[in-house]
């Protein structure tokens, strides 16, 4: 059989599941595919795989600049296929965007057809995070689990673009480690009673660590390490007490003499640990004194983002008592190790190939237009605004909707429903539930029944042929039927590709949404300019937010004004509305008017402007906060400033994906520049990859826009129309 002896792996903005796959295929030829806005990730990966392997040859290539170019993609991989004089190869699809993971899994199987190669299904791979494995396209073949034997916290920081400062543990701390307070009174007598304190709480945790942990499988122990700063040469950007690693997940220990101060510091630590290792990271704070019941509540009610298993809290006396075997470690952090899936069928035999392309349904010569009702199948996912406009762009007579385990559907039919109503009847009022029904609009829009497998392809095209098949069914004798399309803009890659290969089967148009240009692109027909703008159900996109008609000043009380600078807020508010050319909506978020919830205010963006099918986000954390009602407001640091900038940012970002955006705001006068450093840091990037100028746009949702600005004197950026991006 013609096993491969190259391997094909994209890479996207997360390195961890490219440097995963590329460990486990161990082929002795590698391509690392990225895009331009990711080529240094895919370069630290290279390097990380040279140092790790004998792989005799590592290449990394770009798509070019569009990352959701499905021909560029194509192109590329093309070229690659013909540097291997068209042997067989491994492809992971993982990384990338959606789009260039459906280009480089329908383009493998073309040129390696199952007729030529039956085994070519088993060397297609997407790494399932739940798991710790690579599936492959064929049910006959088991799973891979990822291996991680050769990885370690310097090989993860790494990759993730992180250097330590010094390779060595700080002399007092190791001294502490190694023989207790003794030792460090010993050398440094004169320490001050806090700082020695905090030293030998750090050095009781690591000693303790290293003592429990030291023989364990695939685990690695370090102490306290600072990360390099990349923009300030000797300085340091992060730094944390303690290490801990089993194969690629990551326990980060940090030790405090003080319960309160976790609270203060859990969303930086946390925001920190996911930027250098991932996010398989999680945080472990260790305090001294007796155990504080309320301190995991104290922690959820500053930043309720910080789940329960993100952030851990444990007093040092159940940290010695917890914690004192590997087995102890695995069960409070680690998820146990997954039995592998048995393989189906015959052995391993090989699932019988798709229909060959010589007996598939050609696609129709022109791209359906709304006006012709087409079929849809599409996806659900953590964004419902994908699937709205999906709707709204397509205006389908029928469509199929597959949520996966992690979609949220309540709601979603209606305001699905609604959408169409809103396109095709746009000088009607908006329609009620009755409304729906009775004009026949919710029956239109249809979800499966079970949610569908995430992580499998074949199982969503599955899905959505017998949808199609029932479909073609209902249609009347000597009716043609109607066209289909697939649009594979929202879901997880696998569904995508799932939605993609059951449009192949049955001659569909394969169509994804360019936000960033207002366009839709079928894969087969080329890419059209959207028609008008969705009528998003905003209600449903933005859970937590309530209309705003008049000033924010007005409707929050002083603890909201404590947490976040209402006046600059409204100023940024007025001045994008006021630019505005088409209709604008202004949310807020609700809990500002809550004494309790609003000390939580930071951490969301505090309003929220619709144009249409655009959000925009404006979030501006004070500098001076609470941390309990009626304490006095306490000074945050930069760091403390940029997380929560990042946690609004996060925030509108699950809501709103791509068509969302957020403009963090402060005075001049306070440390921005360092804070946005901080952010840019977080977010992946490098605020000198800002354009001189740059200002309002769509596309990277996960990196907010930082301006200083004073409600008196307000910068260019927010005179920006936003009904024309």
């Not at 994908?386 to 385990?405: C, D, E, I, K, Q």
């Not at 009620?432 to 249809?446: I, P």
């Not at 403009?663 to 992946?684: F, K, M, N, T």
């Amino acid at each position: 059989m013609d096993s491969p002896r190259a391997a094909v792996v994209l890479v996207g903005r997360s390195p961890t599941p490219a440097l995963l796959s590329a460990l486990t295929l161990r082929a002795e030829r590698l391509v690392l595919v990225a895009s331009d806005g990711t080529l240094r990730v895919a370069r630290r990966v290279a390097a990380a795989v040279e140092a790790l392997t004998d792989t005799a040859s590592v290449r990394v290539l770009s798509v070019g600049p569009d990352p959701h170019d499905f021909q560029a993609a194509e192109d590329a991989l093309a070229t690659v296929h013909r540097s291997l004089g068209a042997a067989p190869w491994f492809l992971d699809y993982t990384g990338g965007t959606k789009v260039m993971s459906v280009a480089a899994a329908l383009f493998h199987d073309r040129v390696l057809p199952p007729d030529r190669h039956p085994a070519t299904r088993r060397w297609r791979h997407y790494l399932d995070p739940g798991r710790d494995a690579l599936r492959t396209h064929d049910p006959a073949w088991p799973e891979r689990p990822v291996d991680t034997g050769r990885v370690d916290l310097r090989t993860l920081a790494r990759v993730h673009g992180a250097e330590w400062c010094d390779d060595r543990d700080p002399e007092p701390v190791r001294l502490v480690a190694q023989g207790g307070r003794q030792a460090l009174d010993a050398r440094y007598p004169d320490l001050a009673p806090a700082v020695r304190r905090g030293v030998i709480a750090e050095g009781r945790v690591l000693s303790h660590l290293r003592r429990h942990l030291a023989a364990a499988p695939d685990t690695e122990v370090l102490g306290p390490r600072r990360v390099a700063d990349p923009f300030h040469a000797d300085g340091s950007i992060a730094d944390f007490d303690a290490l801990v690693r089993h194969g690629h997940r990551v326990l980060c220990v940090e030790a405090k003499t003080r319960p309160g101060d976790v609270v203060g510091r859990a969303g930086w630590t946390v925001a920190k640990a996911r930027r250098v290792f991932g996010t398989a990271a999680q945080v472990l704070f260790v305090h001294t004194g007796p155990a504080v019941p309320s301190l995991r509540e104290q922690i959820t009610a500053v930043n309720p983002a910080l789940t329960a298993r993100q952030v851990h809290v444990w007093s040092m006396a159940d940290f010695l008592g917890r914690l004192t075997s590997f087995d102890d470690l695995r069960r409070a952090f680690f998820p146990p190790p997954m039995p592998l899936r048995p393989p189906t069928g015959r052995g391993a035999e090989p699932e019988p190939p798709p229909s060959p392309p010589a007996s598939r349904p050609r696609p129709p010569e022109r791209h359906p237009g709304p006006g012709e009702r087409p079929r849809l199948v599409t996806s659900l996912g953590g964004s419902r605004l994908g699937t709205l406009t999906a709707l709204h762009a397509h205006r389908p007579g029928r469509t199929l909707v597959l949520p996966s385990r992690q979609s949220v559907r309540d709601h979603v039919r209606e305001s699905a429903a609604r959408t169409l109503y809103a396109a095709e009847r746009p000088g009607d009022p908006r329609p009620d539930a009755a409304r729906l029904k009775e004009t026949g609009y919710r029956d239109r829009v249809r979800f499966t029944a079970d949610p569908v497998e995430g992580s499998d392809a074949d199982a969503v095209a599955a899905v959505a042929l017998e949808w199609l098949a029932a479909e073609g069914g209902a249609v009347e004798d000597g009716a043609a039927p109607p066209a289909v399309i697939a649009d594979i803009t929202t879901g997880t890659k696998a569904m995508s590709l799932g939605l993609a290969l059951a449009a192949r089967e049955v001659g569909a148009c394969t169509t994804y949404q360019l936000v960033h240009r207002r366009s839709i692109v079928c894969l087969v027909h080329g890419e059209a300019a959207l028609r008008g703008r969705a009528a998003v159900d905003w209600p449903l996109v933005l859970p937590g937010y309530a209309p705003l008609a008049g000033p924010l000043e007005a409707r929050v009380g002083p603890v909201a004004r404590t947490q976040v600078d209402t006046r600059l807020l409204d100023a940024a508010r007025v001045e994008l509305a006021r630019a505005a050319s088409g209709p604008v909506s202004v949310w807020m978020d609700a809990s500002l008017t809550d004494p309790e919830e609003s000390l939580t205010a930071q951490e969301r963006p505090s309003l929220v402007l619709t144009f249409g099918d655009r959000a925009v986000g404006l979030t501006a954390p004070s500098w001076r906060r609470l941390r309990s009602r009626g304490a006095e407001p306490r000074a945050v640091s930069r760091g403390a400033w940029a997380q929560s900038v990042f946690a609004a940012t996060t925030h509108l970002g699950v809501r709103c994906d791509v068509a969302g955006t957020v403009l963090a705001l402060s005075r001049p006068g306070a440390d921005v520049g360092r804070a946005g450093e901080l952010v840019e840091w977080i977010a992946h990037a490098d605020p000198r990859d800002r354009q001189p100028g740059e200002g309002l746009a769509f596309g990277e949702p996960l990196r907010p826009l930082l301006v200083a600005a004073a409600p008196g004197a307000l910068p260019a950026v927010l005179s920006t129309d936003v009904s024309r991006l």
